[in-house]
């Protein structure tokens, strides 16, 4: 049987492989997205049924080794305080986001300019604003205009609900005089392209059976299929191939009956984030990249950048119907996100206010944090529980730093025997300060809308959600490992889409950037297609 | 669905009646009902880890209630259960999260519970909650005030 052959070839078909698979339909090449997961049913999805709440912690857990399907492969991430959060399927980890759908800010591309620390990225957000504009468009973005904390932006959709919680903690940062907004978010309030509105049912995190949250099996991928691009699941690459002239061939995977097969290209596009990418790129060596591909600089798998958690939850007196509404999507407050050198740390974070939990939850929260006994009290106190509670985390920046990595275990393989990643990573004090100082806020906050306690949950362990900086973009062959839009700089015709490339990490959800950064990258190669290989 | 003997099933109401006994106005029921020893059952048999955790408990619990009683479980008040499972999990620490979890997620989906707390015994989907869109002008006009915030590079 001869082998099939793409002109493009996209690994991943997640949040930026779709973006960028939709983008270049256009050109009418023949493009290949292989996928190792697998279309995801909504019917199936656990919202449907009355144990929803249990499946989270099970087959739908945020974390690869829990849920251990046989299209997730495993991560070590025991040397880390934090775990890695991720999904394998169509529209990959889009499926379990909260759609919290910021942008960066264009203070965000400039660190060491204004702040003196990491690195400036190649571009600006001026080059990204018309793709994260396309972006909103093409997720369905609701929000409100005129967020002081941004520059002028409009999104199609209006703003989800606040709701009882989320106007509570909105009067609480305003006693303090605090910046807040309703969150730019992903998810359609009213229909939007054929999908309908949200329903506020709280399950945004273990999938949208109504199809309200923009994931990108539903957004990017029908239109993108419409426009002749093939998209293979099941299908896990193990290897990049390179010719003798050192540029890339091909793929070598396994099908979905695990026989091992290879698929011929002349563009190899990887877009598998900040831990698929640098795995896949070590695991692909030969006599011309005996240290993993694309990887001369020796930066494959460095700068492991997550965005460090903390929770801080208040318990009411009054019910805060806190379990309706999008989960991880009411309001966002950036009061403390650019540098201030007098609260000790340098950059800033974010606060996102969440909903409350819902019933199985309240009680499995209220058992780990030790205010929910077993026995007689049991009832008297999760009375006092439910619906009482509502959380909001500081989602702080991160800064680049090479100890921070991702590497090949030397004994964790997937189902294919492939070896799998391992997270080296270590909370800096930059970090664990901005930590610290968000966690006091938090308690001001929460304490100023009214919560008569508050409980710390800081560093958050399960809240590796966001991925970045393995494979940095940068001018420096030396520095960096791909040009500003997205192509190897050791392999001219492989090029790189998501998280992975970020040169520093900001402190908003990365998902609208990811995406800009990939159609950014699609409109450079279209617009240089015959010359797509030429020197810089 | 995992197959207890009948000693093990009686063993895990009672014990499950310990954990979550009833309210004492009456209107939430105790963990001891059929179908939340059915959920055990059968969360067991798809989650080794906890059928383990089950297993263990039933057989450190009973074998200390046979410390106080050489009839073992079955012969103890309830107060004297409620002592002999904290003796249990104070030395075992393990057990309480995993067994917990199964206790939860079986109890707070019952119908007669959850209806105590408002909601309807339905899944989030298809019906979902609804929700009123807010009035914003007025609660974010002190944000607006403040003018633009974000930083010029």
New interface residues.
């Given amino acids: 049987m001869s082998e099939p052959t793409a002109d493009v070839l996209i690994i991943g078909a997640g949040a930026s492989g779709a973006a960028l698979a939709w983008s270049l339909a256009d050109t009418r090449m023949h493009i290949v997205c292989l996928e190792q997961g697998d279309w995801v049913d909504p019917a199936a999805m656990p919202g449907m049924s009355v144990g929803w709440e249990a499946r989270q912690a099970t087959d739908w857990n945020f974390s690869p080794n829990v849920r251990n399907r046989r299209e997730d492969y495993p991560v070590n991430d025991q040397a880390s305080p934090i775990a890695v959060s991720n999904f394998n399927a169509v529209g990959g980890s889009t499926i379990l986001y909260a759609a919290h759908f910021p942008r960066f800010h264009p203070s965000d591309f400039r660190v060491r300019t204004l702040d003196g620390v990491a690195d400036d990225w190649p571009i600006d957000y001026a080059r990204l604003e018309p793709w994260y504009d396309v972006n909103a468009r093409m997720m369905g973005v609701a929000g409100l205009a005129g967020d002081p904390a941004y520059p002028p932006k409009e999104l199609p959709l209006p703003p989800v609900p606040l709701g009882k919680l989320g106007t509570t903690l909105a009067q609480g940062f305003n006693r303090l005089g605090w910046h807040w907004w309703p969150s730019d978010s992903a998810i359609a309030t009213r229909e939007h392209e054929g999908r309908a509105p949200c329903i506020n049912a709280g399950t945004c995190l273990v999938g949208c059976a109504q199809g309200a949250k923009a994931s990108t099996d539903i957004t990017y991928w029908p239109v993108a299929i419409r426009g002749g691009v093939q998209l293979v699941t099941r299908c896990r690459v193990r290897e990049i191939t390179v010719g003798d002239d050192g540029m890339a061939n091909g793929v070598v995977y396994y099908d979905a009956d695990g026989v091992e097969r290879r698929w011929k290209a002349e563009v190899v596009v990887v877009a598998c984030n900040g831990v698929g990418t640098p795995r896949l790129l070590l695991n692909s060596r030969s006599k011309h990249f005996p240290d993993g591909l694309a990887n001369r600089s020796g930066l494959v798998g460095k700068n492991l950048m997550f965005h460090p958690y903390a929770m801080v939850t208040g318990v009411f007196d009054e019910p805060l119907e806190g379990y309706k509404g999008p989960t991880g999507c009411c309001i966002m407050s950036q009061e403390f996100y650019d540098t201030d050198v007098r609260r000790g740390f340098v950059r800033g974070y974010s606060f996102e206010i969440v909903r409350s939990f819902p019933p199985v939850y309240a009680a499995l929260w209220g058992m780990t944090t030790g205010r929910l006994p077993w026995g007689a009290d049991h009832h008297r106190a999760y009375a006092e529980l439910f619906d009482r509670t509502a959380g909001m985390v500081a989602i702080t920046e991160d800064l680049p730093d090479p100890a921070n990595s991702v590497t090949l275990d030397p004994d964790l393989v997937d189902t294919n025997g492939i070896p799998a990643p391992r997270i080296n990573y270590t909370l800096s004090e930059n970090s664990s300060r901005m930590l610290a100082h968000a966690v006091a806020r938090g308690r001001e906050v929460l304490e100023a809308a009214g919560a008569r306690e508050t409980i710390v949950d800081s560093p958050m362990r399960v809240a590796g959600w966001h991925l970045m900086g393995t494979a940095r973009m940068g001018t420096d062959p030396r520095t960096s490992v791909v040009n500003p839009w997205g192509r190897c700089h050791d392999v001219r015709n492989l090029f790189i889409v998501d998280g992975s490339i970020f040169v520093t990490a900001a402190a908003v959800n990365p998902t609208n950037t990811i995406q800009a950064l990939a159609l950014h990258i699609a409109d450079t190669m279209k617009r240089n297609l015959a010359n797509l290989f030429d020197a810089d | 669905m995992a197959d207890f003997t009948s000693d093990d099933e009686r063993m895990l109401t009672t014990l499950l009646e310990?954990?979550?006994?009833p309210?004492?106005d009456g209107r939430?029921p105790g963990a001891g009902g059929a179908a939340l020893v059915r959920h055990v059952a059968s969360?067991i048999e798809?989650?080794p880890m906890l059928r383990t955790v089950v297993e263990y408990g039933l057989s450190g619990i009973g074998e200390r209630a046979r410390q106080r009683n050489p009839v073992g479980w079955d012969a103890l008040s309830a107060a004297e259960r409620?002592a002999v499972v904290r003796e249990f999990t104070a030395e075992n620490e393990f057990f309480?999260?995993g067994f917990?979890?199964l206790?939860?997620?079986g109890?707070?989906?019952d119908p007669v519970?959850?209806r105590q707390?408002g909601?309807e015994?339905?899944?989030?989907?298809?019906?979902?909650?609804?929700?009123?869109?807010?009035e914003?002008d007025a609660?974010?006009a002190?944000?607006?005030r403040?003018?633009?915030?974000?930083?010029?590079?």
């Fill in positions: 310990t954990i979550l006994p309210s004492t939430l969360t798809r989650m409620t309480l999260p917990l979890f206790v939860y997620t109890y707070y989906v519970v959850v707390f909601f015994p339905r899944p989030p989907h298809p019906a979902g909650y609804a929700m009123e869109a807010e914003l609660l974010l002190p944000v607006r403040r003018g633009k915030m974000y930083r010029e590079v």
